[in-house]
Antibody, heavy 122, light 110 residues
Framework: VQVLESGGGLVQPGGSMRLSCAAS????????MSWVRQAPGKGLEWVST????????YLADSVKGRFAISRDNSKDTLNLQMSSLRPEDTAVYYC????????????????WGSGITVTVSS | QAVLTQPPSASATPGQRVTISCSGS????????VSWYQQVPGTAPKLLIY???QWPSGVPDRFSGSRSGTSASLAISGLQSDDEADYYC???????????FGTGTKVTVL
């Protein structure tokens, strides 16, 4: 069971970037998936979660209107489209297999990728 | 924008017990189950406890979790040197309609 992020790098403020996460070893379409980020020297910050079917998605207020989460269950791939990027979006972005049940009563992230770095700078 | 409050640090000698608190509100810890994550610096977080007190496969029972009211706690007994890491609590927040993490606690083995 693993997830592997790709697509990070350096982008200018105001620019766009797309992160992807390839999943393997589990039934992808049955699993919610999340993105979590960690700015340099800071704690963990939840970014977004999408349900297994893709029918419901949730975004942190800090990225709402700028980021969009999506998934392709035919390719076992999770995506995070980031636009209007700001220096404060600089972080390591983690993809994680998640559980979200009973309207959030049960929630956790049990498989994490190694993370990918996004740097927003001119 | 951490919503759950944890002490910034905790320490103990090898073999001792350390406890980490996680304080939230009625919309998160007071309503939903809590999970705990261990992060060794420079590596990805690892799920340590889920559904307040359950262990994923491979996590030793030296780690235990509990929740009461709007607070939760993680206890590490028989502290070992490789327990040195940052620990985060987390829960779904009904008001924010999103997941919230704690501020994180750095555990040091003296």
């Amino acid at each position: 069971v693993q997830v592997l992020e790709s697509g990070g790098g350096l982008v200018q403020p105001g620019g766009s970037m797309r992160l992807s996460c390839a999943a393997s070893g589990f039934i992808f379409s049955s699993s919610a998936m999340s993105w979590v980020r960690q700015a340099p020297g800071k704690g963990l910050e939840w970014v977004s979660t999408i349900t297994g079917s893709g029918g419901n998605s949730y975004l942190a207020d800090s990225v709402k209107g700028r980021f969009a989460i999506s998934r392709d269950n035919s390719k076992d791939t999770l995506n995070l489209q980031m636009s209007s990027l700001r220096p404060e979006d600089t972080a390591v972005y983690y993809c994680a297999k998640a559980l979200l049940q009973s309207r959030g009563y049960y929630s956790y992230m049990d498989v994490w990728g190694s993370g990918i770095t996004v740097t927003v700078s001119s | 924008q951490a919503v759950l409050t944890q002490p910034p640090s905790a320490s103990a000698t090898p073999g001792q017990r350390v406890t980490i608190s996680c304080s939230g509100s009625s919309s998160n810890v007071g309503s939903n189950t809590v999970s705990w994550y261990q992060q060794v610096p420079g590596t990805a977080p690892k799920l340590l406890i889920y559904n307040d007190h359950q262990w994923p496969s491979g996590v030793p029972d030296r780690f235990s979790g509990s929740r009461s009211g709007t607070s939760a706690s993680l206890a590490i007994s028989g502290l070992q040197s490789d327990d040195e890491a940052d620990y985060y609590c987390a829960a779904w927040d009904d008001s924010l309609n999103g997941y919230v993490f704690g501020t994180g606690t750095k555990v040091t083995v003296l």
